[in-house]
């Protein structure tokens, strides 16, 4: 429970109620992965050498239409190698890759398929994962500051 002085800090800003939840993960594909993009753990064990529940939970591979529906998405922390490990965040405050359409502050976010990018989600028909926490006023592919919600999506 949090004092007063915990609740008056956490309101003005003196804490992050958002702290990441971060994961070890490995890359099983034969790509590099980007820093700050957005992948999805292999739940359904598609690649080969995923061959147990424990190793699912751990191996990243690219976001695709299946998994944006009923997998778990998650943004890597650095670039990490083919077959290399590193961290993901699967909750939280992070940066995150945009696909290069102006993004509005508050914007809700999905990922896009074949790809480690997110876009604009249509709230009406599209899952989202985030929540854009500043403007890309740009047409380029820039990383913005993001508020992962929902690593499984949500309408």
């Known amino acids: 429970m949090l004092s007063p002085t915990g609740l008056r800090q956490s309101v003005i800003g003196g804490a992050d109620n958002f702290q990441p939840v971060k994961i070890p993960v490995k890359n099983v594909t034969a790509s590099a992965f980007v820093q700050f993009g957005l992948?999805?753990?292999?739940?359904?064990?598609?690649?080969?050498?995923?061959?147990?529940?424990?190793?699912?939970l751990s191996s990243l591979i690219p976001v695709a239409t299946a998994n944006m529906a009923t997998g778990m998405l998650c943004v890597v922390?650095?670039?990490?190698?083919?077959?290399?490990?590193?961290?993901?965040?699967?909750?939280?405050?992070?940066?995150?890759?945009?696909?290069?359409?102006?993004?509005?502050?508050?914007?809700?976010?999905?990922?896009?398929?074949?790809?480690?990018?997110?876009?604009?989600?249509?709230?009406?028909?599209?899952?989202?994962?985030?929540?854009?926490?500043?403007?890309?006023?740009?047409?380029?592919?820039?990383?913005?500051?993001?508020l992962l919600i929902a690593p499984y999506g949500t309408f």
């Not at 992948?39 to 699912?56: E, H, K, N, P, R």
Request: charged share 15%; with cysteine; hydrophobic share 45%.
């Open 77 to 146: 922390q650095s670039a990490i190698a083919a077959g290399d490990v590193g961290t993901a965040i699967i909750w939280g405050r992070t940066k995150m890759v945009s696909n290069g359409s102006a993004i509005l502050k508050g914007s809700p976010l999905k990922g896009v398929n074949a790809s480690h990018k997110v876009a604009i989600a249509t709230i009406a028909t599209d899952r989202f994962h985030g929540i854009a926490l500043e403007a890309n006023g740009s047409v380029d592919a820039t990383t913005i500051q993001c």
């Open 39 to 56: 992948y999805a753990l292999d739940l359904t064990q598609s690649d080969g050498d995923v061959t147990s529940i424990d190793l699912a």
